[in-house]
Each structure stands twice: as structure tokens, then as C-alpha cells.
């Protein structure tokens, strides 16, 4: 595992709030950076089909079952929670008992109406930076073009997942890119709906890309 800046400041703010929600997109890294932090509490994911209804269902039962906390993962999925968490958190009074995370900003999302402000702390993590991939200790940096390629997200990282071609392949992934956190973009056939700037930006580099081979 590849060490995250953010892990000083996620242990830090688990000793001075009840709860912490570590935020960000999927796949950057935030299972792995909490279960990692985190070991002697419970892991439960919420995108379970099984574990989610159960906490939709029975909200103060399925929270019972974790006396001492748990890691809640994807917690967006099941908004009724974040009530409950509310009063859990006030009875107990226990510093960094429950650690959420979540592939939305919980504090934008319409149908979660308590924020537990003054409960819980929020950390934004991102994948990786350069200064997480490139340490002291690391290999000389890669190439300007595979960073540029490769991104940043820890899968292809850990995976050792070569770059697309620019010209061929990036093209149509961003045509079969989908918008899964947010119900009311439920899809969309083409990024020129929702980026135009994002579109040119990627047409642009795909011919320097092919007059440069």
C-alpha cells in the first residue's frame, strides 16, 4: 500500500470528533486508507444490497450491533443513518467512534437532512498525489505523457494498468462514461452534455497526440 498524506490527518481528527467522514471520489482510495487506520473496528459496506436494506429498514437495530463503532462505508446510500448516528453520538460522547465514508459530499445532498454538524469532521481524499507516488525512496518520475495518461487513481497504480492510447482509446471511454453517484444523471451518452470545455480540451490533445507519432 502506498502511503497517504492524509493519514496523519484522518488519525488526528479521529481523537478530536465523535466521527469522521472521509469524502471523495470512487476509487481513491478511501476503503483502503481507512481499514488500514482503522483496523480494530468493524468494517460494514453499505453498498451490500442485503447490509443497506437491513440499515434502511431497521436503522436503531442495525446501528446496535456496533457498540463501540464501525467503518461506514458508502454511508450516501442509506440517508436515514445519519439521524440516528446523531443521537448515538451524543448519548455515548466518544471521540472517533464511528469513521463514515462516501462517494458524495454528504453536506449536498438533498435527501440527507442531518449533517451532524459539531459531530463529525469531513476529509476530502483525492487519489494520489504526486508526492505520494513519487517518495525519496521511489523510482525516477515517470514521464510527463504516462502521468498525464495514467491519472492518479490507486487501482491502476496497484494494478500496474498501462495508459490508454490518447488518440484511440480515451475517446470512447469518456463516450461510455456514466455519472453513478448522482440519480439525476443517471446516464449520459456523451461528455459534450455536461463538459463542452472538457470535450475540445480532449479533441485538442488527441490530434497533437497523433501528429506527434
Known sequence: MIPRVASAKLKQLAMLFKAVAVIGP???GKTTLV???FTDKPY???EDPDTRQYALEDPRGFLANYPN???LDEAQRTPNLFSYLQGILDERNRMGEFIITG?????LQQNITQSLAGRVAYLQLLPFALQELYRQDSPELAHQDTLLLTGGYPPIHDYRIPPPGLATELPSHLHRARCTTNKECNRFNCIRTICPIACRTVRTGAEHHSASC
Open 35 to 37: 481499514r488500514s487506520l
Open 69 to 71: 463503532g464501525a467503518i
Open 44 to 46: 460494514v459496506s453499505l
Open 103 to 107: 462517494s458524495n459530499n454528504f453536506l
Open 26 to 28: 470512487r476509487q481513491s
